[in-house]
């Protein structure tokens, strides 16, 4: 049920159903439903133990961004995470896995507060859910920001539509970080998009992913969507992203980054995405 190596943990549903967690970030980076790739990781993605994994499901924790204190986007998706619990079949033959990572003298060094961040997978038969619980061990509050940075696999990205965006106001870190709304009922992607979509609907379904089929997201308890694709403009500066990849991914990433949340000590706080395949 459980193929285990020192660095991934794999998740097998049968059925050709799998799903590979890296401990580096507890990064999903690998989800197959009937033997398809549901998920993108560049060519380029390097698997060191030290930068983060350029695809998959990277966590962003406990900052969003560039961050004076550590590395872009926090330290969860750099620091090596713990097996809490082996994958084990649930009652309905759906399998699950446990992930921590526990405050330690490496993320003090950045953030100088005490936390537990318990990572949950589920695999489904067509289905995939991660979960965050969030626990303030901490003497006193703390402010943090969470997102799931899930890059999606397509044929083409330019024939991609997303929904659950019309109305909301976002951020175009293209433009000076200048603010919109968005008029769109299906939002396509044809340049260089950096998006944070605020307040956005708590599903999103993702049309032209593999195989021209579609793929829904519902989010719990995240309110933000970011939508993201460097195109050729950007993407030649990342060293672990092809140049020539840019058209067969997307990145629409729900979770908490327009306004950080308060955690009070010994409070936890929750959040799930699930990605359904249509």
Known sequence: MAATASSVV????????????????????SWRVNNQE?????????????????????????????????????????????????????????????????????????WNYSFKLVLRVILREKELQVSFNLYNSSLEPFQFNMLFHTYLKVPDVRKCNISGLQGCMYVDKTKENSVYQEPREMVTVNHWTDRIYQNTQQEHVISNVVSGRKMKMIKYNMPDTVVWNPWDVTSSTMSDFGEDEYPNMICVEAGIVVTPITLNPNNTYEGTIILQVM
Not at 63 to 87: D, I, S
């Open 10 to 29: 794999v998740l097998d549903r049968g059925n050709n159903t799998t799903c590979t967690i890296n401990l580096h970030g507890a990064t999903v980076v």
């Open 38 to 110: 549901q998920l993108f990781v560049s060519k380029l993605a390097v698997f060191d133990g030290q930068k983060s994994i350029r695809g998959g499901i990277p966590i962003v924790f406990p900052h969003f961004g560039p961050w004076a204190y550590g590395p872009l986007h926090g330290f969860a998706m750099t620091c090596r995470w713990n097996v809490e619990k082996q994958p084990e079949p649930l009652d309905n033959g759906d399998i699950e896995a446990l992930f921590s990572l526990v405050d330690n003298s490496i993320t003090k060094q950045m």
